[in-house]
């Protein structure tokens, strides 16, 4: 099935661990995005990527750390998570056409 | 900060009613899109408006712009249960490369 798939689904972690959320397409999107999202708030970007080896920042790129190796592949590691990381994490991706096609989501609680 | 802003933040309506919401944003944009979340879901790209248009209709969605007010609309006509769902606009703001900013959603109740 075409679309956007994000591995874990669910994940708690203790405060200064790391991790990495997955995020893999196969639809050959170029642009790549990470968003969170916070209860009863919209998203908020965090880091975005236009092609392969191509990353930057977005609003709240603190503590998180991204690498665009292949064209499919977008990881988005936290570096030593903390409790204000706690959010449900989206990845998303879009091609030439306009319109995001986005993950199911992770839902990470850091305790 | 958000460069969208929903109004109402919620919604209650009656099945067959339609259902109507507006996004505010700050700078000039290429073009607003609005999305549909369904509880614990991943966001759906529903409808993409230009910045030289003005209207759009998909099925029964009909969104509206007014760059000069900076403001769009989403109307949800004959409303079903199905529709409920939060709404999220998001702006693609002029030079920035396709960097989605999303508001902060209205969320929709369609009572059967």
């Known amino acids: 099935n075409a679309g956007v798939t994000q591995t874990p689904k669910f994940q708690v972690l203790k405060t200064g661990q790391s991790m990495t959320l997955q995020c893999a397409q196969d639809m050959n999107h170029e642009y790549m995005s990470w968003y969170r999202q916070d209860p009863g708030m919209g998203l908020r970007l965090i880091h975005y990527?236009?092609?392969?080896?191509?990353?930057d920042q977005g609003e709240v790129p603190n503590g998180y750390n991204v690498s665009r190796s292949t064209t499919e592949d977008f990881p988005l590691r936290l570096l030593s998570a903390a409790p204000s990381q706690t959010s449900v994490y989206f990845c998303?991706?879009?091609?030439?056409?306009?319109?995001?096609?986005f993950g199911s989501g992770t839902r990470l609680t850091v305790v | 900060s958000q460069q969208g802003e929903e109004d109402p933040q919620a919604l209650s309506i009656q099945e067959g009613e339609n259902a109507t919401m507006n996004c505010s944003y700050k700078t000039s944009i290429n073009n607003l899109q609005w999305y549909r979340q369904n509880s614990g879901r991943g966001l759906v790209h529903l409808i993409l408006i230009r910045s030289n248009e003005r209207e759009k209709h998909s099925g029964r969605l009909r969104v509206t712009l007014d760059t000069s007010k900076k403001s769009s609309s989403l109307l949800i006509t004959a409303s079903r249960a199905a529709d409920t769902a939060s709404y999220f606009c998001?702006?693609?703001?002029?030079?920035?490369?396709?960097?989605?900013?999303f508001g902060g959603g209205t969320r929709v109740l369609v009572k059967p």
């Open positions: 998001a702006t693609d703001p002029q030079g920035a490369g396709n960097k989605l900013t």
């Open positions: 998303a991706s879009m091609g030439r056409s306009y319109g995001y096609t």
């Open positions: 990527s236009v092609g392969a080896g191509i990353t």
